[in-house]
């Protein structure tokens, strides 16, 4: 086993004579490369973005997606049928409803569109004294809030729609 590790020995040595003879030549040759230097002319110094991988979670935090609580029942809660509702449905073709204080208008439109298969031009939000949220619904004009009103019930049937049925009191003023 002896003489095999001397025989090895004898070319690591000649190995590493040759590695250092190279060494010094090129320390005699020298390093005649110019590298221009980057100049900076901002002081803050962004660090570079990294690749930073996807979180790989062995275990949902959450059993189950939360419901939307906010759906299009909810969205809407009632129809109004104040006089000054019912003036708004004759003279500017336009629903009023009481909706939730969380909806937003387009919340409503859509809740609108797919409650009672209308198109709808635009939405009017406010919120009331009393803390609801009522919303002006203005039709496209290619539907008649009429005619929507009677589909859906909001005005009762059996009643007439004209201004003596809104104003009681100009009705009752006629009739004496």
Same mark, same amino acid.
């Given at each position: ?12 040595? %000649? ?5 250092? =003879? ?9 390093? #005649? ?10 002081? *803050? +110094? ?5 690749? @930073? =991988? ?15 609580? =906010?759906? #299009? ?6 129809? =109004?049928? %104040? ?8 003279? /500017? /073709? %336009? ?5 939730? &204080?969380?909806?937003?208008? #387009?919340?409503?439109? #859509? ?9 709808? !031009?635009?939405? /009017? ?12 619904? @203005?039709? !496209?004009?290619?539907?008649? !809030? $009429?005619?929507? !009103?009677?589909?859906?019930? +909001? ?7 004209? &201004? ?6 100009? +009705?009752? *003023? $006629?009739?004496?």
């Amino acid at each position: 086993m002896a003489p095999k590790a001397k025989k090895e020995a004898v070319p690591a040595k %000649t190995e590493a004579k040759s590695k250092a =003879l190279k060494a010094k030549k090129a320390v005699l040759k020298g390093v #005649h490369s110019q590298r221009k230097k980057k100049i900076r002319t901002s002081p *803050t +110094f962004r660090r570079p973005k990294t690749l @930073r =991988l996807r979180r790989q979670p062995k275990y949902p935090r959450k059993s189950a997606p939360r419901r939307n609580k =906010l759906d #299009h029942y909810a969205i809407i809660k009632f129809p =109004l049928t %104040t006089e000054s509702a019912m003036k708004k449905i004759e003279d /500017n /073709n %336009t629903l009023v409803f009481i909706v939730d &204080v969380k909806a937003n208008k #387009h919340q409503i439109k #859509h809740a609108v569109k797919k409650l009672y298969d209308i198109d709808v !031009a635009k939405v /009017n939000t406010l919120i009331r004294p009393d803390g609801e949220k009522k919303a002006y619904v @203005r039709l !496209a004009p290619d539907y008649d !809030a $009429l005619d929507v !009103a009677n589909k859906v019930s +909001f005005i009762p049937a059996g009643r007439c729609c004209n &201004v003596l049925f809104y104003r009681p009191l100009y +009705f009752v *003023t $006629l009739c004496m």
